[in-house]
Structures are given as structure tokens and as C-alpha cells.
């Protein structure tokens, strides 16, 4: 079945800077790959998704960026703030199966 | 985006007794639901899939008579928790997918945090 892995589990950046999250997955498979947001208590939110027809996707200050061949995929965050702190999820799945999330990454925007 | 509401927000129960959440899709006919477990600070972990009108698929180490599930109609799944123990208490979530351009993304319920006392 589908693996996936995400790096760093903990990452601290300065606000302004930018923020960088890396996940693999193991089944070639998979096609689509959302990023989820959760902050402390709350519902993860969807906060931007990638299909494999792509390689690269952004709205505003997020994108995603997606390695077929090596299998892995990246979240970007730019110009962070403090409201980006929060744990973040990538998942890999396919057509109509489950998602596979990775073990997520708390970012801290320090101000 | 679609809309999936989770029944109720937090619950304090005795030991030995069940609780039941619920999970519905208020917009939309959800296939597939699927229900995770949270420890603090930790990922989702997946319990168990569920199909409209069939039997869930339960993961690995969960125990199905211990987290009964039902998913009876298209907009509506339920997870009992049965003889409730304090290891039981956790964040539970639910995410529904749905059908056409709704099959795709998961949408999140709210969340259910259980104490068992």
C-alpha cells in the first residue's frame, strides 16, 4: 500500500521568510496530492491540491510543486505570517481510495 | 466547498459506557467516509472506510467490534464507540468523499474529542 513521508516534522521560520515542506510517496499509482492545513483543535482544511497531470501549481503565497519520477512533492509557503503556524498534512491517493496522510509538519512563524 | 458536520464537538463519557458520533454531508452524497483517530500532536490515522450500504473496512489492530460503524445512507455515517475505556479517549475525525467533482478532495468534519472518565 501507499507510504508517505513528509520533512521536517518541525520547522521554524522568521515571518517574512520562506517555508519550505517535503513529502514522498511510495505508490506510483497515486494522482492526487492535497495539502492540509489544521490548526490546534480544529479540522484540517484543505489549503492546496495537485493532480498528477501537473507539476506545479500556486495560489498566492502557497504552491506545490510535484516530482513524478522521484515520487515526491513540496509545499512552499511564501512571505509567512504568523497566522500560517499550524500542523501541516500532505496525503497521497488515488481514484476512490483512501487518503494516505504523511505525519505532518508544525511550522512556527516567529514574529 | 462541500460541507461535513460532526456530532458532537467534544464528549465526556464513563467507563464501560458507548458513545456515538456522527458524520454527515450536508451538500452533497458522500460514497466513502472515512473515519481517523488523532493522538496530540500526532497524524491521522486512519480506523476505518466505509461505503454507502456495505460493511466498513476496518485497518489493521482496530478492533470492529469495539468501533462499530454505519454508513445507511449517503449523507449520514456513525462511529460507535462501545464499553468506552479511558484509552479510548482521543480526537476522532471524519472525512467524506463524494461523487463526480466531489470524489476527489476529503472533506473534514469538525472533529469529535472524547474523554472517557
Known amino acids: 500500500g501507499e507510504n508517505v513521508e513528509q520533512h521536517p516534522s518541525t520547522l521554524s521560520v522568521q515571518e517574512g521568510d520562506s517555508a519550505v515542506i517535503k513529502c514522498t510517496y511510495s505508490d506510483s499509482a497515486s494522482n492526487y496530492f492535497p495539502w492540509y492545513k489544521q490548526e490546534l483543535g480544529k479540522r484540517p482544511q484543505l489549503i492546496i491540491d495537485i493532480r498528477s497531470n501537473v507539476g506545479e501549481k500556486k495560489d498566492q503565497r502557497i504552491a506545490v510543486t510535484l516530482n513524478k519520477t522521484a515520487k515526491h512533492f513540496s509545499l512552499h509557503i511564501t512571505e509567512t505570517q504568523p497566522e500560517d503556524s499550524a500542523v501541516y498534512f500532505c496525503?497521497?491517493?488515488?481514484?476512490?481510495?483512501?487518503?494516505?496522510f504523511g505525519p505532518g509538519t508544525r511550522l512556527s512563524v516567529l514574529p | 466547498g462541500a460541507v461535513v458536520s460532526q456530532h458532537p464537538s467534544w464528549v465526556i463519557c464513563k467507563s464501560g459506557t458507548s458513545v456515538k458520533i456522527e458524520c454527515r454531508s450536508l451538500d452533497f452524497q458522500a460514497t466513502t467516509m472515512f473515519w481517523y483517530r488523532q493522538f496530540p500532536k500526532k497524524s491521522l490515522m486512519l480506523m476505518a472506510t466505509s461505503n454507502e450500504g456495505s460493511k466498513a473496512t476496518y485497518e489493521q489492530g482496530v478492533e470492529k467490534d469495539k468501533f462499530l460503524i454505519n454508513h445507511a445512507s449517503l449523507t449520514l455515517s456513525t462511529l460507535t464507540v462501545t464499553s468506552a475505556h479511558p484509552e479510548d479517549s482521543s480526537f476522532y475525525i471524519c472525512?467524506?468523499?463524494?461523487?463526480?467533482?466531489?470524489?476527489?478532495?476529503?472533506?473534514f468534519g469538525q472533529g469529535t474529542r472524547l474523554t472517557v472518565v
Open positions: 472525512s467524506a468523499r463524494g461523487q463526480g467533482s466531489r470524489n476527489t478532495e476529503a472533506f
Open positions: 496525503a497521497a491517493t488515488t481514484y476512490g481510495q483512501n487518503f494516505v
